[in-house]
């Protein structure tokens, strides 16, 4: 059984310009979770969302950050415009209920 | 809010010694904890998880227990060897149906040959 499936793995961009990350969960997942995780740092919650509803975002910066999760499988974060400080590892796990979380690889961007 | 912290935050150690990593959250009324690794530039492994009902779980040579009411798991590596160097992190997930995690910093492990 495949994974967390997650793209690009790599993203360099100039500052100001737009960026998406893209998720695929595990098969049957309904939770699935986007993380930030700056170096040295353990991962912190940016939204959650239970199928297609997102129910705690809290933690997103929602002037610059966007996500969905169209049909309630996969699901596309977008930063725009991108600053210097988003430069971090983006990652996307996914659960069934609030069980055991299953991590992609992440996505490392970098804002020059 | 809860905060997780974990001890120590970096440890080296020769190839065949057992340890234990120790992570604290500060509010009890928690869902589940799981221990994750990491190794440089990739996701999250997941170890172990155990419910708030549970006391430990086991795998292979790790052993992962939880105490509640002092707000500590420990995570046990028996005979430990080169290939367990990585990050070790928990996640404490709050109760009442959030499913909301919080990550301590982790804990980098090196074994050495």
Do not use: M
């Not at chain 1, 997942?29 to 993380?35: A, I, P």
């Not at chain 1, 690889?105 to 020059?112: A, K, Q, S």
């Not at chain 2, 440089?40 to 105490?67: F, V, Y």
């Amino acid at each position: 059984e495949a994974g967390v499936v997650q793209s690009p793995r790599y993203k360099i961009i100039e500052k100001k310009q737009p960026v998406a990350f893209w998720c695929n969960p595990i098969s049957g997942h309904n939770t699935l979770y986007w993380y930030l995780q700056n170096l040295g740092q353990g991962p912190e919650l940016l939204i959650r969302y239970e199928n297609e509803e997102a129910v705690d975002d809290s933690q997103l910066p929602k002037d610059r950050f966007s996500a969905e999760r169209l049909k309630g499988v996969d699901s596309t974060l977008k930063i725009q415009p991108a600053e210097l400080g988003d430069s971090a590892v983006y990652l996307c796990a996914s659960s069934l209920e609030g069980y055991e979380q299953f991590f992609g690889p992440g996505t490392r961007l970098t804002v020059l | 809010k809860q905060e997780v912290t974990q001890i120590p935050a970096a440890l080296s150690v020769p190839e065949g010694e057992n340890l234990v990593l120790n992570c604290s959250f500060t509010d009890s009324a928690i869902y589940n904890l799981q221990w994750f690794r990491q190794d440089p530039g990739k996701g999250l492994t997941s170890l172990l998880l155990i419910q708030s009902s549970q006391r430990e779980q086991t795998s292979g040579r790790l052993n992962a227990s939880l105490d509640k009411s002092s707000g500590r798991s420990t995570l046990y590596i028996a005979a430990s060897q080169p290939g367990d160097s990585a990050t070790y992190l928990c996640a404490v997930s709050k109760a009442g149906g959030s499913y909301i995690p919080t990550f301590g910093r982790g804990t980098s492990l090196i074994v050495h040959p």
